[in-house]
């Protein structure tokens, strides 16, 4: 089955800082590649999506990702946080057999 | 009007219990899933059920029996509760492999 890794389990930063969320993937077809938000206490919500196409994606509330094929990558990115993106982030990668796995998730901390 | 709606949303019950965690969504989605979450926020996917037939069944206790009465709902039931089975428990679907929508999640204590 496939698996992600995500090798950052918290990462603090500065409110208006950038911020990169690394993941990395291990599949043996073209991946399907999401990632999603969850807020303390809620369910998770999509940021964005990879198919196919454009290997450099945009999401919801400024992030985007870039999938690099070379080193089964798929970091998310975003140029300036808010204290109102701290929460946990999850890659995931989806198998064309219903099958969707999620990194161990990522813990963002803004610091005002 | 929710997607996809899981209930009870909290569930605290005692060892040795038998439980069920109700899932329904309203995306005419073929599949769904039951993924845990433990205390360290990991999401391990359980099962996984494509128009009623189980596509999916990890490594996963025989005491956890999921049940899909018709593609909209996928139900959990668990028997004989361990500790071990507090977690938050998430209910999601998806057409094909595409994105999955999420519940918001039931929250099992085991006493």
């Known amino acids: 089955a496939q698996s992600v890794t995500q090798p950052d389990i918290h990462i603090t930063v500065s409110e208006g800082a950038s911020l990169e969320l690394r993941c990395n993937y291990s599949y043996g077809a073209t991946p399907y590649l999401f990632w999603y938000v969850q807020s303390p206490g809620q369910g998770l919500q999509l940021l964005l999506k990879?198919?196919?196409?454009?290997?450099l994606v945009q999401g919801i509330k400024g992030f985007e990702a870039e999938f690099k094929r070379s080193q089964s990558s798929f970091n998310l990115r975003k140029p300036s946080v808010h204290w109102s993106d701290a929460a946990e982030y999850f890659c995931a990668v989806g198998a064309n057999n219903n099958d969707m796995r999620f990194g161990a998730g990522t813990r963002l901390t803004v610091k005002p | 009007d929710t997607a996809v709606s899981q209930t009870p949303k909290y569930l605290v019950t005692q060892m040795g219990n038998d439980k069920s965690i109700k899932c329904e969504q309203n995306l005419g989605h073929d599949t769904m899933y039951w993924y845990k979450q433990d205390s360290k926020k990991f999401l391990k996917i359980m099962f996984s059920y494509n128009n009623k037939e189980l596509i999916i069944n990890e490594t996963v206790p025989n005491r956890f029996s999921p049940k899909s009465p018709d593609k909209a709902h996928l139900n959990l039931h668990i028997n004989s509760l361990e500790l071990g089975d507090s977690a938050v428990y998430f209910c999601a679907s998806s057409q094909d492999y595409t994105e999955a929508f999420f519940g918001q999640g039931t929250r099992l204590t085991v006493v």
């Open positions: 990879y198919f196919s196409g454009d290997t």
